[in-house]
Structure formats: C-alpha cells, structure tokens
C-alpha cells in the first residue's frame, strides 16, 4: 500500500532552511566586507558591479563570472600580478569572498 506523504508548503521548506538560509547571508556580507577592505583591497584592481568596484587592473569579475572554486584558488596562490592572499586571509575568510564573487559577478 502506498503511504501518502503531506506536501510541503514553501514556508515549511524556507523554516527548515533557515539556519543555512542566515549563514549563507552572513557569508555574503562577510564577502562583500572583505573584498572591498581586504590588504590589498579586491576592489582596488577588480571591476564588480554589486560591490561598487570600478578598478582597472585585473579583470572585470562581472564579465569573467568566475565560479568559486577558481576564485578561491586565485585568491591562495596569486595569479598574473594578483598576490595570495593565504597569508593575510583565513580559509574561512577566502571562501567568504570567493562565494561573495562568484555569486555576485552572476546577479544571484
């Protein structure tokens, strides 16, 4: 016999959510923070729209829209005339900015 499962409601899937739903935006925020105060500053040298950007040095992150795998490992080994930033940023801090770039550079 076939058990009949009651349907989720949106709100049911959002309030499940929630927690990852809020840390996912602490990570975006804590992001955005760094690229644009980070030691070099991302913003400094990148062009990214959502953080207000307008640098002209490394490429134009809106039109690269890096997934966050690559920006995390531009960010640990320095690529071109970019530095690494392993040594002034935590893990946690690079994947904060790599989330933040590859999501922002996209519109999500």
Known sequence: MIQKLPS?????LLLA????????AAQMALGKKLFNTATPACAVCHTLKDAG???AIGPVLDE???DADRVTRAMRNGIGSMPSFKG?????EI???ALYVSRASRGK
């Open 8 to 12: 989720l409601t949106l709100s049911t």
């Open 17 to 24: 959510a929630g927690p990852a739903l809020a840390d996912d």
């Open 53 to 55: 950007a307008e640098g």
């Open 64 to 66: 690269l829209q890096p």
């Open 88 to 92: 002034t940023l935590s893990d946690a």
């Open 95 to 97: 994947a904060a900015v």
